[in-house]
Antibody, heavy 122, light 111 residues
């Protein structure tokens, strides 16, 4: 069974770049028709999809974050990364990585990491 | 504000049936994109509850069911139990935005 584990700094200063890593175990990150997404959740609020990379290498991003967010995959390390630039306090949230599977007309997320809290503060 | 609209909260007594709606538009649910549902228990990551409109992953009780019609979808929970108290999210895709969408979430309270 695939497992996902996010890691990264819990505190980032405003205007800096937030960088997180998600280590995938139990399956190869490049196998199957998967996509790998980052999804975040501010405290007490709903889920926000940030972006994804397909195993083909193509990427899609939330238009509200376009220009600030980059999702990448390192197949040698079996991990997914997130970079979010020019962060502000509004980027304070729990960040989840999730595996997406396309078996119909839209991807669904069958595996999630436990999430990592990132606080943006000076 | 999410393009998939859910009621902020619903409630029901143990044993009762509740439904949670997810209303979209012609660029997402109405365009034929599948709807998926997630359950998020307090302090935990979301878990897949329903995929491709009405399919349950193994291990999900048949008390949970879902449907889709037009620009909306609905999640139904029958035989409500205290352990069902959680936040529920619908999810689909929007072709105008070329983006994955989540509903705003619905908090289910078991009275």
């Amino acid at each position: 069974q695939v497992q996902l584990q996010e890691s990264g700094p819990g505190l980032v200063k405003p205007s800096q770049t937030l960088s997180l890593t998600c280590i995938v175990s139990g399956d190869s990150i490049s196998s199957g028709h998967y996509s790998w997404s980052w999804i975040r959740q501010p405290a007490g609020k709903g889920l926000e999809w940030m972006g994804r990379m397909h195993t083909s290498g193509s990427t899609d991003y939330n238009p509200s974050l376009r220009g600030r967010v980059t999702v990448s995959i390192d197949t040698s390390m079996n991990q997914v990364s997130l970079d979010l630039s020019s962060v502000t306090a509004a980027d304070t949230a729990i960040y989840y990585c999730a595996r997406g599977i396309l078996t119909g007309s839209s991807v669904h997320y069958d595996s999630w990491g436990q999430g990592t809290l990132v606080t943006v503060s000076s | 504000q999410s393009l998939l609209t859910q009621p902020p909260s619903v409630s029901g007594a143990p044993g009762q049936r509740v439904t949670i709606s997810c209303t979209g538009s012609s660029s997402n649910i109405g365009a034929g994109y599948d709807v998926h549902w997630y359950q998020q228990l307090p302090g935990t990551a979301p878990q897949l509850l329903i995929y491709n409109n009405f399919n349950r992953p193994s291990g999900v009780p048949d008390r949970f069911s879902a449907s889709k019609s037009g620009t909306s979808a609905s999640l139904a929970i029958t035989g409500l139990q205290a352990e069902d108290e959680a936040d529920y999210y619908c999810q689909s895709y929007d072709r105008s935005l070329s983006a994955v969408l989540f509903g705003g979430g619905t908090k289910l309270t078991v009275l």
